[in-house]
């Protein structure tokens, strides 16, 4: 290797070629998938050393596997980690980092505007182990603050939220982590490594749920974690033995579509700050959730930590849930689903989405209005998204 190596990548740069610098099979260009649940060796020692982990290699699928191991690398890189170790699904990367990192006794300081599913671990499960979970208001740092000193052992942190696109100010929010001897964890789904870098900010790990801008084709699902290494150590430890292993097929998927995440995440920033802008202006909209706006509550700061403001945006429309219930069917070009993140345009409200798994009141005390609809923007020309939006408006 000569020293020209030694200049950092660009993630445009990185999510082609990052964790791809070597042939695995047969000098194949392309990242073989690799179905084999176990390894074979001849030489018992080898075959001892590599389960010790003293040699590289793999011995059992629930374990580790090249084609997940190139999909890891690809996130470390792009995240710029220590380390980096995946599961089956972004709720199994969460819980299972969760649970490896806390125990009885032990507090976690997290938001209210968590996704959901994440949301309901603090609410359902950690207290059944003993965990004490506390959440507290999301764009009121001098209480989350407040709550980091009177104990936290984990700091856990989303931002942007889901599917309200608040702001959370990682930097000073992970010094008071850290002042409080906690953990930091941070959920970057929504920014995805292109548009912000939550380990540059402090934080000690960083979680995708690879199932959306990462894979971006909605059609596998995976999670990751990635950041100091003997955390990444220990969770890798708690997944390998619970058994949350994410699928070579899905790792494949996952890694074919990251190839493309740097085009596609700058156009579906662009597209959705386009979108924004012109449902800003549409007379039948209340209110548009997007950090890119001038308007948007926080988007200094979201000017300042993030590089984009993301392809995810949410709005309300006169009238409610009935309103959206009418226009909603007139999207031709948008899948009414419970997905984000993918080539094509998708949106659905909260009550069928990210929030399915609370209740109407819970979603009330969330500050999530029922007359919300998320819009995750896809990679179609921008024209003919807001060309269909105005039809679809036109109804209301
Ligand atoms: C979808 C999502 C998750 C959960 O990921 P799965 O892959 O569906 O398990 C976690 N966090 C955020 C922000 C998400 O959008």
């Known amino acids: 290797m000569s020293d020209h190596d030694a200049r950092p ?3 445009a740069t990185q999510a082609v070629w990052g964790g791809e610098d070597r042939y695995l099979l047969d000098r194949a260009t392309q990242v073989p998938v690799v179905h084999s649940v176990a390894f074979g060796y001849e030489d018992v020692d080898e075959w001892q050393a590599v389960a010790l982990g003293e040699a590289e290699g793999h011995i059992y699928g629930r374990n580790t596997n090249p084609t997940v191991a190139v999909f890891e690398e690809k996130v470390r890189l792009l995240e710029q980690a220590e380390a980096a170790t995946s599961a089956a699904t972004g709720m199994a ?3 299972n980092s969760l649970h490896a990192l806390l125990a009885p006794g032990k507090r976690v300081v997290s938001v209210k505007d968590t996704y959901g599913g994440t949301s309901e671990i603090f609410t359902d499960f950690l207290p059944a182990f003993g965990v004490e979970a506390v959440l507290v208001d999301t764009t009121d740092f001098d209480a989350i603050e407040a709550e980091i000193a009177a104990g936290c052992d984990v700091l856990y942190l989303e931002t942007p ?3 309200t696109l608040k702001i959370l100010d990682l930097e000073r929010l992970t010094a008071a982590g850290h002042a409080a001897g906690a953990t930091v964890m941070v959920d970057n789904t929504f920014a995805t490594p292109i548009n912000q870098s939550p380990l540059a900010l402090g934080a000690d790990l ?3 749920s690879a199932t959306k801008f990462l894979g971006g084709h909605a059609d596998a699902l995976g999670g990751v974690v990635a950041g100091r290494a003997e955390l990444v150590e220990e969770i890798y430890h708690y997944r390998e033995i619970n058994g ?3 699928d070579p097929m899905a790792a494949y998927l996952l890694l074919r579509g990251m190839k493309t ?3 596609r995440v700058e156009r579906q920033t662009g597209n959705a700050t386009a979108v924004a802008d012109y449902l800003e202006g549409h007379a039948r909209v209340e209110s548009v959730n997007y950090p890119g706006l001038p308007s948007h509550p926080q988007h200094e700061l979201a000017a ?12 309300s429309v006169e009238g409610g849930i009935d309103a959206v219930k009418r226009f909603l069917p007139e999207l031709k070009l948008a899948h009414r689903a419970a997905n984000l993140g993918s080539v094509e345009t998708t949106v659905g409200p909260p009550a069928t989405t990210s929030h399915v798994e609370v209740s109407a009141a819970g979603r009330a005390a969330l500050g999530i209005p029922e007359g919300l609809v998320r819009y995750s923007a ?3 020309h921008v024209d003919d998204l807001i060309a269909d939006l105005d039809g679809a408006l036109s109804v209301l």
Request: charged share 10%.
């Open 9 to 11: 990548l660009d993630p």
């Open 93 to 95: 990367a969460i819980s």
């Open 161 to 163: 939220t889901n599917p």
């Open 206 to 208: 960083v979680l995708h």
């Open 244 to 246: 949350a292993t994410l």
């Open 261 to 263: 995440l740097h085009l």
């Open 304 to 315: 300042r930590q993030m590089n984009g403001f993301g392809g995810m945006l949410s709005f």
């Open 378 to 380: 896809g990679i179609e």
